[in-house]
């Protein structure tokens, strides 16, 4: 068994869509970043990346490569479970998403289900937490937004244990 932590910050900006997890939420900024810059899905890239050896987020999805501008982070999810699919089997994954504003209860249900399905595994498999930081730090000032995931990943043919 391996574990990984990733962990993502993005500055919120106006004229930009703001997307975690996947889902679209309303609100009146986005993230600025090369890609869709879905800090929650880009923490459990680099969770997953690092649990199985293999560096992080950068190295793999660059952003001086304009191949990867723009692109929606689900598909960045998509290329990082096939870069495990032949060794690796995600046993759990726990994230939290820290952010002044939105709320993100009434989203953490369609999250959990968007990168379920990316990652194809059972959703109550992935826990989301939110979180504020009480007025502190960038974070508290509504300049941006951050996530952090753990997951632990199990060899591919290993026996369950429960």
């Not at 560096?55 to 952003?63: E, T, V």
């Not at 939105?102 to 990652?119: D, H, N, Q």
């Amino acid at each position: 068994m391996r574990i990984g932590m990733g962990y993502d910050m993005h500055r919120l900006v106006s004229g930009r869509r703001l997307i975690l997890g996947g889902v679209k939420i309303p609100y009146e900024k986005g993230l600025l970043g090369h890609s869709d810059a879905d800090v929650l899905t880009h923490a459990v890239c680099d969770a997953l990346l690092g649990a199985a050896g293999l560096g992080d987020i950068g190295q793999h999805f660059p952003d001086t490569d304009s191949t990867w501008a723009g692109i929606e982070s689900l598909k960045m999810l998509d290329r990082v479970r096939e870069m495990l699919a032949d060794n690796w089997v995600i046993a759990n994954l726990d994230a939290t998403v820290m952010a002044q504003a939105p709320k993100i209860g009434p989203y953490r249900e369609t999250m959990r289900s968007r990168l379920a399905a990316v990652l194809r595994m059972d959703s109550t498999q992935i826990n989301i937490k939110a979180t504020t930081t009480e007025g502190l730090g960038t974070v508290g000032r509504g300049e941006g937004i951050a996530a952090q995931c753990i997951v632990l990943l199990r060899r591919a043919g290993a026996a369950q244990t429960r």
